[in-house]
């Protein structure tokens, strides 16, 4: 198994900031990997595939990088919509999620 | 308009069984990757399984947890995908997703809205 680990677990930030979230993956996964959005109560929506791909009709703002085992999601000037919580996803082999990142406000 | 709807979910006792489904609309099925994600209460998100596209030869593959319990499957005439579950464990519990992947890649960018699976003794 190809296993996803996320850190931090938790972050703290304001609107306006600059934040980046990794993931490691435990083998190369070249750039299978997807990154994910979800609030509260609500399915999750895909803002990056392929590693930095951005996904049609995400904003600009959001942007992904790396390949092989390491990789991170980076958010730039934050909105008060982007407090939720961010997973990754390998899809090389079968497919795994990472543990979730928790963006609060500060 | 693009979209998943499910039904099915419930409680449901343990080493029970129950079928989910997930109507498709203004996806092209036989060419998208379907997948059944699941939450457990207050966790992340948990990968059970997907169904290749039929262009790439339809195999199904299940997480570990879940293999040999459940069971992809879709019906071509009415655009829809289900998930058959047996021998429920508690564990099992939590809010199920179906996913589609409608471009080239696999990555899932439709999401049904989820439906809840409570297993109880």
């Known amino acids: 198994d190809t296993q996803m680990t996320q850190s931090p677990s938790t972050l703290s930030a304001s609107v306006g900031d600059r934040v980046t979230i990794t993931c490691r993956a435990s083998?190369?996964?070249?750039?299978?990997l997807a990154w994910y959005r979800q609030r509260p109560g609500k399915a999750p929506n895909l803002l990056i595939y392929?590693?930095?791909t951005l996904q049609s009709g995400v904003p600009s703002r959001f942007s992904g990088s790396g390949s092989g085992t390491e990789f991170t999601l980076t958010i730039t000037s934050l909105q008060p919509d982007d407090f939720a919580t961010y997973y990754c996803?390998?899809?090389?082999?079968?497919?795994?999620f990472g543990q979730g990142t928790k963006l609060e406000i500060k | 308009e693009v979209q998943l709807v499910q039904s099915g979910g419930g409680l449901v006792r343990t080493e029970g069984s129950l079928t989910l489904s997930c109507a498709a609309s203004?996806?092209?099925?036989?060419?998208?990757?379907m997948t059944w994600v699941r939450q457990a209460p207050g966790k992340g998100l948990e990968w059970v399984g997907h169904?290749?596209?039929?262009?790439?030869?339809?195999?199904?593959e299940y997480a570990a947890a879940v293999k040999g319990r459940f069971t992809i499957s879709r019906d071509d005439s009415k655009i829809t995908m289900f998930l058959e579950m047996s021998s429920l464990k508690i564990e099992d519990t939590g809010v199920y997703y179906c996913?589609?992947?409608?471009?080239?890649?696999?990555?899932?960018?439709?999401w049904g809205q989820g439906t809840m699976v409570i297993v109880s003794s």
């Open positions: 996913a589609a992947s409608s471009g080239w890649d696999q990555a899932s960018d439709i």
């Open positions: 203004g996806i092209t099925f036989a060419s998208a990757w």
């Open positions: 169904m290749k596209s039929k262009t790439d030869g339809g195999t199904r």
């Open positions: 083998q190369s996964i070249s750039t299978r």
């Open positions: 392929d590693a930095s």
């Open positions: 996803q390998q899809y090389n082999f079968y497919s795994t």
